[in-house]
Nanobody, 123 residues
Framework: QVRLRASGGGLVQPGGSLRLACTVS????????MAWFRQAPGQEREFVASINYNGSLAHYTDSLKGRFTISRDNAKNTVHLQMNSLKPEDTAVYHCNADRRYPISPRQGGYFWGQGTQVTVSS
């Protein structure tokens, strides 16, 4: 069974950066498409970014292009989300997501979900 474990969240000041990581076990990571979603309190879950099995293709929600970057290291079974120029509205729980097919639906997400990691942007 595929298991996803997200880490790297925390408290950061506006304008700062964070790098989230999601480590996958129980499956063949190099065959999985990966994605990040986020959910702020009282709001619906929102698609952030996705990446295909070898990192050659990536997709971002338009509002985050240029600030967020998704990448993967297949040797370490890990996908990263680099978040720069963070804003208070980026505060949310960030969830790691995976599927055997790419692209991952921005509306539904992929089949496998991990627990979230809290990101709080505040001065």
């Amino acid at each position: 069974q595929v298991r996803l474990r997200a880490s790297g969240g925390g408290l950061v000041q506006p304008g700062g950066s964070l790098r989230l990581a999601c480590t996958v076990s129980g499956g063949t990571f190099s065959t999985l498409a990966m994605a990040w979603f986020r959910q702020a309190p009282g709001q619906e879950r929102e698609f952030v970014a996705s990446i295909n099995y070898n990192g050659s293709l990536a997709h971002y929600t338009d509002s985050l292009k240029g600030r967020f970057t998704i990448s993967r290291d297949n040797a370490k079974n890990t996908v990263h989300l680099q978040m720069n120029s963070l804003k208070p509205e980026d505060t949310a729980v960030y969830h790691c997501n995976a599927d055997r097919r790419y692209p991952i639906s921005p509306r539904q997400g992929g089949y496998f979900w991990g627990q979230g990691t809290q990101v709080t942007v505040s001065s």
